[in-house]
Nanobody, 125 residues
Framework: VQLQASGGGLVQSGGSLRLSCVAS????????MGWFRQAPGKEREFVSA???????YYANSVKARFIISRDRAKNTVYLQMNNLEPEDTAIYYC????????????????????WGQGTQVTVSS
């Protein structure tokens, strides 16, 4: 089982990045695919999730700026990040639950069984 995240980098405030997460060995079609982030000195927090039924979820802080999408043929989930702010600076992790979970828990890290290595996003002011 492997989740390989990529696409991070350094961008100026207001810029855009697209993160990708390729899943192998994970029941992709039935999993909730999520993105979390952790800034220095802070706890890991939920960013976005794509549920098996196609529903999408976002943290309030990124809603209307970030878009999550999924390509089943490529076992890949994307996070398009627009209008980036310095507060978005963090290591971004993709994660997979391995099964469908109810909406009430997918914003927490506990149902996610598989985690990628993280990709650094740095937004300069």
């Amino acid at each position: 089982v492997q989740l390989q995240a990529s696409g991070g980098g350094l961008v100026q405030s207001g810029g855009s990045l697209r993160l990708s997460c390729v899943a192998s060995g994970v029941p992709f079609s039935s999993s909730v695919m999520g993105w979390f982030r952790q800034a220095p000195g802070k706890e890991r927090e939920f960013v976005s999730a794509f549920r098996a039924n196609g529903a999408t979820y976002y943290a309030n802080s990124v809603k209307a700026r970030f878009i999550i999408s999924r390509d089943r043929a490529k076992n890949t989930v994307y996070l398009q990040m627009n209008n980036l702010e310095p507060e978005d600076t963090a290591i971004y992790y993709c994660a997979a639950t391995g099964r469908d979970v109810i909406a009430g828990v997918l914003r927490t890290s506990s149902p996610y069984r598989y985690w990628g290595q993280g990709t650094q996003v740095t937004v300069s002011s």
